[in-house]
Structure formats: structure tokens, C-alpha cells
């Protein structure tokens, strides 16, 4: 009987739940499981702020080289532009220049042709044709005589004495006519200075 005995309290504690003893071991690996998932989170973490840092540096470098491309075009777009507009109003600017010869040329045929020469009335009309096309293109005579000298439209042939103090210093004749176009200088205006 003593073996039955024996058994059977065997049993029993083979059935008896584990002592607190036996559940320690289980609680120190649950702390350490959670200790390492917790590691395991925080670096993850680290990991994606190290990523996001990352992002936003190429999005800031990114966002840097955009700004210098709009404003390359910019500035292309803007300078573009003002070319264009110096070549409209400036383009035929060679070809005004090289009329000016023709313009110098008539004003001294009707200067040299008597009032009431019917060929200075025609010779006339066809300088005053010509010239208005050029005014049109922004062509315009300079008013030197009797102006004081400038030298950014002026360009002096010779000097004379004055003849009297009032005058020295301007202009007394001018050898041949200066012209703006668009309120730039296209031909400096060649005279006789006061001296």
C-alpha cells in the first residue's frame, strides 16, 4: 500500500500547479523579452528618424536647386524680354544711320536752290517724305546751334574766337547735323566752338 501511496501523491503533485518558485524564471524571460523588444522598437525609431532627417535634407536640397533653376529663368526670361524689345525699337538702326548721308546730301541741294525754283519744291517733297518714315522710327535732329558744347553730343571740328564773353563755350556752327534715335545718340553732331 505504501507504493500506492506513494503513486498517488506523485500524481498529486504532478496535478498541483507550479510554485511561485517555478513562475519566477518565466517573469524574468517575460521583463528581458520586453526589454529587448523595447530596444528593438527604439532602434527602429533611430532608424527612421535617421531616414526622415535624410528625406528632408534632399527635400531642402531639392527644394534649393529649384529655386535657382525659376530664378536662371527668370533672369533668361527677363533679359530675353528686354532684348526683344531693344531690337524692335532699335533694329533698324544701320539702316537709319546709313540714310542720314542721303538726308545730309538734300538738305544741302535745297540749301544751294533758289526760293522759287520749282525743282527745290519737289527736291522739298521727297526730303519730307523721306524724313518722316525715320521720325516715325524715332529718328529726331539735334538742336545744336547756339547750345552750349557737350561733349556726349557734341563733337568739335574746330574753335573760333569768341566775339564776345557770352558766347565762349558755345556752339557758333554746325558742319554737319546730329541725330537721336529713341533719345539715344545715333550720330554726334560735328560744330564750331566759341573759344
Sequence with gaps: MDKIENEEMKQQADAQPETPAAEAPKAN???STKKDKKKRHDHEVEELTLKVEELGAKLQEMNDKYQRVYAEYENYRKRTSA???ELILNGGKDVIKSMLAVLDDMERALDNLADDDAAKEGM????KNMLKPLEQR???AMDAKGAKFDENYHEAITQIPAPTPEVKGTVIDVVKKGYFLHDDVLRFAQVVVAC
Aim: hydrophobic fraction near 40%.
Design 29 to 31: 524571460e517575460s521583463k
Design 83 to 85: 532684348e526683344k524689345a
Design 124 to 127: 522739298m517733297l521727297v526730303y
Design 138 to 140: 524715332g529718328l529726331k
